[in-house]
């Protein structure tokens, strides 16, 4: 006898984002170290800061008279720190992609996937997701986590230097700088979409050796630089690697400083979100089409493995 | 008596009664792999409710037929698996296919609980409840990784999961590789006692003959991509006879035109179809031949043609 008597006809279907959830969820189980290498380079970030704290407190008596070179020191260890998180969730997301299909197939786990009711659609654009979709509310999370934590740890720092409680409130403009790491993470994850979905590509083509295989463009690059061959292949991948923050913000250098002194510790150049000139960019939707075609092929691929 | 498990094409009618209702249709199933024929031309119909033995020397064509199946893999010809087309249709068949591989497949990261979770969340047809009872049976920790149970444990893992999936269809493929005899006996045990009944389909790959002969209403062996035996058990000990004969008597035994031949401990047993037992038991023992005992005449000596195969 049968443990559900005989098969029902007619399942409740499952519904199809709450499948994708699940699927979200179980990358998460696999790859832990999407969210655990930015928890640890958050803890390093904190401490890293409280050190500096600490340093600064030494030198405190020195740029007393220098308000705006302490503005600028205060604020300085918050866009850093910003910054590492972001690289350090992107370096983390292409491992991921790197890994993520190809470790199906090493493992033969993937006839186990293949065994559910998941089409190689669902599956591989569930690990699409994890970069593009769900690393975004983690990594502004923790980005927010982080500066928080520093912006407590430094408040205390400077309350017992003497400086007050409220030093580093008011030179940290705590709104601004939420808004500008979340809207900073935003664009910077479409902005790599198609770098994500190359190497992805790359997962599901070949069991090992992805990320040489996704690094080939970083070679041709290279080459190009060697035999003086022209510089399209640079320029494209500069463009791609690093022109983000070019389309996305605005940069305006900050007014002359009016003392030499300020000079020595120039604020970080202030940066207003531009979206409409993000959105409306030629080479953020080529770049989309460009991750869409290779999350296609990834699919395509996937879906006719059959030698295990 | 239940339908025969295989029929020729022209005699192949369902009436609507899902006893007798197909499970697996298939009509000129090819695959190759460059120049190599996986499978060739095959024909295959499957009744709901066999339990049926896929069995073939490595490289026959088992796991390509499976994938085929299973929608694992394109094939050429014509599939039907529970009316649906498996490579168009997969995900959706595999709402109703369960499919078990060998127990290396459970990913080793997967933490138990987590396994219960995900399919309770991505499965329609996944009774949690069921999973929990069957684990309940077993020495399993709940927040164990698969990569730290044994083998063992793993298969009951992948047998609970499987057996908490309110499938039509089961498929395995070599389920009990490298388990020891007892689990592999636990497992068929709790295959026939918590899954089978006669609105499911079981269809077993496996090199274990003699294992699960006694669990199987059909058999199919197969070679180099053909079929070159179909036959429901019960047709097996109706149609088949083995002969034990002495050295005196084994011309007489060779005149009644057996199917194979082969010398053991100093006495020699003959193979026959649709012989009589009377005529043979006046020569030797007669009894009915196992599975393996057909397995060696049909794959050995490639007789497809020979044995009047109904294919």
Redesign the interface.
């Known amino acids: 006898m049968s443990l559900h008597g005989s098969p029902s006809a007619a399942p409740a279907r499952t519904n199809r984002l709450q499948q994708l959830a699940w699927n979200i969820r179980r990358e998460f189980w696999e790859h832990r170290s999407l969210y655990l290498a930015p928890a640890v380079v958050a803890i390093l970030i904190l401490v890293g800061y409280v050190y500096a704290c600490y340093r600064m407190h030494v030198e405190l008596p020195k740029l007393s008279t220098l308000p705006r070179a302490m503005q600028a020191a205060a604020i300085a260890p918050f866009y850093a720190a910003a910054v590492a998180m972001m690289a350090t969730v992107t370096l983390t997301s292409l491992a991921y992609c790197v890994d993520t299909l190809a470790s199906d197939r090493r493992d033969r786990s993937i006839l186990f996937w293949k065994s559910l009711p998941l089409s190689e659609a669902d599956s591989v654009l569930a690990k699409a997701a994890v970069p593009l979709l769900a690393m975004i509310p983690f990594e502004s999370a923790m980005i927010l986590i982080t500066l928080a934590s520093m912006f407590i740890a430094g408040s205390a720092f400077f309350a017992f230097s003497g400086l007050g409680v409220d030093f580093l409130f008011n030179a940290v403009r705590w709104a601004d700088l939420a808004s500008l790491a979340t809207y900073g993470v935003f664009t910077a994850t479409l902005w790599y979409a198609p770098i994500y979905a190359w190497f992805l590509m790359w997962s599901a083509a070949v069991k090992r050796g992805a990320a040489l295989w996704g690094g080939m463009p970083l070679v041709a690059a290279i080459a190009e630089r060697v035999t003086g061959s022209g510089d399209r292949v640079q320029s494209l991948l500069k463009e791609r690697l690093l022109g983000a923050g070019d389309f996305a913000f605005v940069t305006r250098a900050p007014a002359a400083a009016k003392d030499a002194a300020s000079k020595l510790i120039e604020p970080a150049p202030l940066y207003t979100p531009a979206p409409l000139k993000f959105f409306s960019s030629t080479e953020f939707w080529t770049g989309l089409l460009f991750a869409a075609a290779f999350i296609a092929i990834a699919i395509y691929l996937r879906r006719r493995q059959s030698s295990f | 008596m239940s339908a025969p498990f295989y029929l020729p094409r022209k005699t192949l009618k369902t009436n609507g009664d899902p006893s007798t209702m197909r499970c697996i249709e298939a009509h000129g199933l090819s695959k190759t792999?460059g120049k190599t024929v996986a499978l060739n031309h095959i024909d295959l119909q499957v009744e709901t409710g066999r339990i049926v033995g896929l069995i073939g020397p490595n490289g026959a064509g088992k796991t390509s037929l499976l994938?085929a199946i299973?929608g694992?893999?394109?094939y050429e010809g014509e599939l039907n698996v529970l009316g649906f087309n498996p490579w168009q249709q997969?995900?959706?068949?595999?709402?109703?296919?369960?499919?078990?591989?060998d127990v290396?497949?459970?990913?080793?990261?997967?933490?138990v609980n987590?396994s219960l979770?995900?399919?309770a969340?991505?499965?329609?047809?996944f009774?949690r409840t069921?999973a929990e009872?069957?684990l309940a049976k077993t020495t399993i920790q709940r927040r164990s990784k698969v990569g730290d149970l044994s083998k063992g444990m793993i298969a009951q893992l992948h047998l609970a999961l499987a057996?908490?999936i309110?499938?039509?269809l089961l498929v395995l493929d070599e389920p009990t590789l490298g388990l020891d005899l007892l689990y592999r006996k636990q497992f068929y045990e709790s295959l026939l006692?918590?899954?089978?009944?006669k609105?499911?389909t079981i269809i077993v790959a496996t090199h274990h003959i003699d294992e699960i002969q006694h669990i199987l209403t059909d058999a199919i062996f197969i070679d180099g991509g053909r079929l070159v035996f179909n036959q429901s058990m019960e047709d097996i000990e109706a149609q088949f006879s083995e002969l034990m004969v002495s050295n005196d008597l084994l011309d007489d035994a060779r005149a009644l035109n057996p199917l194979h031949t082969r010398h053991t401990f100093g006495r020699h047993l003959l193979l026959y179809r649709g012989a009589d037992p009377n005529v043979l038991a006046t020569l030797g023992d007669v009894r009915t031949p196992s599975l393996s005992d057909l397995f060696m005449a049909f794959v050995n000596n490639q007789p497809s043609a020979q044995t009047g195969d109904k294919q």
């Open positions: 792999f994938n299973l694992l893999a394109p997969r995900a959706r068949l595999m709402e109703d296919v369960c499919f078990v591989a290396a497949i459970l990913p080793r990261w997967l933490r987590h979770d995900y399919m969340g991505i499965h329609p047809r009774n069921v009872g069957f057996m908490a309110d499938a039509k006692n918590d899954f089978y009944d609105d499911r």
